[in-house]
């Protein structure tokens, strides 16, 4: 489905991602965790083709393709909403689903709306949105053109325990066998809950993979998380 | 909780007509959604109009009344105004795209960078437009200039000289808003490119006032200025709106 090879990000002197080879099947999910600084959200960009690599290449679905056709089949969650305060829910969809190239973006607007469970607030502005709910108006977002891929830039953090549980509901709904989930997060707990595999990245480097059978408990890789982070 | 039907996309696909019909549909998109903030937000427009009309009437008060028969005088005073209202607004509407990351959201859909670029630049030229089409009477009035060359024999010199000054300035203002200092980077940017789009306006202005006709060469030169810049904007929009 997804694969790096060698892929190497610099900004300026400060190396973000190095040499990272990565291969994510069709239909998993890929948790990776890591301490501030260790270049999770810059690999996420890169693979949602938002910042272009030094040197190394993505593969997407075996094929190169033109970054523009692929940001068609990537959906990225980023730690902002990427809304317009002044529209509602319901027109912000609208008009991402018109980028998009929806063919019914009103209808699908409303869709993904409800299938988040913000349909009554629909045609609310979204600055009287609680983060809660800014964060599964983000959701419905990255739903919007059903994307093969989807990009989950630490998910839960600002979270409180109900938005929390809710977003985790809202993605184990997305786990329907086809759809390819790669998300990074500090939350051990929900993020093994949800992943076949996990990684620790470390100054951006893969330092660790397994399968979720390979981990072992929670604690165990909790505990691994921590020797890893401290010795970064 | 989700259950999500499988949706249709407009893949763009190897057609011609259907590429070039998705391209015009996100670049309305665009404008919309600009037009729509604008109108619910009143951040942009009333800024630029308050400050064009506070120029229009300081400078009336340091001429005194009468000073219509200066034309060339009155002509510099109208594309001060309309020069600083310009970097004003455009400033503020790329700022809007850094408010919340939406330029992320942007640059995250499968949109072509001159269809984004050349959205935005449509929305700031309606604003432009919007704030002559409010100040250029009362610059008629306050210079005591005939309305008839204001408002209508005026219309394509203000016309073109806003499409020179908006297709740069959004081009720009796109590259400031990511800089720290982007208020002082965009007229350090602008003002040496639309010099002569600025020299023509004032002539072509001074030449309608004076009732000598629609602007003469001004007009011309003008046409030339907005078809090089716009396509040179459309073609470097992909590089100064990545990364």
Known sequence: MLATRALTKRFGPHIAISDLHLSVARGSCLAIFGPNGAGKTTLLKLLAFLVKPTSGEIIFGGKREEAGDLRQRIGFLSHQPLLYRHLTAYENLKFYARLYGLTSARKRAREVLAAVGLDDRADEPIQRFSYGMLQRAAVARVLLHEPELLLLDEPFSGLDSQGARDLMAILEGLRDGDRTLILTTHDVHRGLALCDEAGILIRGRLAYRASRAELGSEENFASLYEAHSERA | ?243
């Open chain 2, 1 to 243: 909780m989700v259950e999500l039907k499988e949706q249709k996309l407009l893949r763009g696909g190897p057609t011609w007509p259907r590429r070039r019909w998705r391209y015009f549909a996100q670049v309305g998109a665009i404008v919309w959604k600009d037009v729509v903030v604008e109108y619910r937000s009143k951040g942009v427009v009333i800024t630029m109009a308050v400050f064009t009309l506070l120029v229009l009437v300081l400078f009336n008060f340091a001429f005194g009344p009468g000073a219509g028969r200066e034309v060339p005088v009155a002509s510099g005073i109208l594309w001060t105004a309309f020069l600083f209202a310009a970097v004003l607004g455009m400033n503020h509407t790329f700022a809007l795209e850094k408010e919340g990351d939406c330029m992320q959201g942007l640059l995250l859909s499968p949109i072509d960078r001159s269809a984004l670029f050349l959205g935005k630049m449509v929305g700031n030229l309606i604003f432009l437009l919007v704030v002559e089409a409010v100040s250029l009477p009362l610059f008629g009035i306050l210079y005591n200039l005939p309305l008839h060359l204001v408002v209508w024999t005026l219309a394509p010199i203000v016309l073109l000289a806003t499409v020179g000054l908006g297709s740069v300035g959004s081009l720009f203002a796109s590259i400031a808003v990511n800089t720290k200092a982007r208020e002082v980077m965009l007229p350090l940017l602008l003002f040496p490119v639309v010099v002569p789009v600025l020299i023509a306006a004032v002539r072509g202005t001074a030449h309608v006032l004076a009732g000598e006709g629609w602007g003469g060469d001004a007009l011309r030169f003008l046409v030339v200025y907005d078809v090089v810049f716009l396509v040179a904007s459309l073609l470097v929009a992909e590089y100064v709106l990545e990364e």
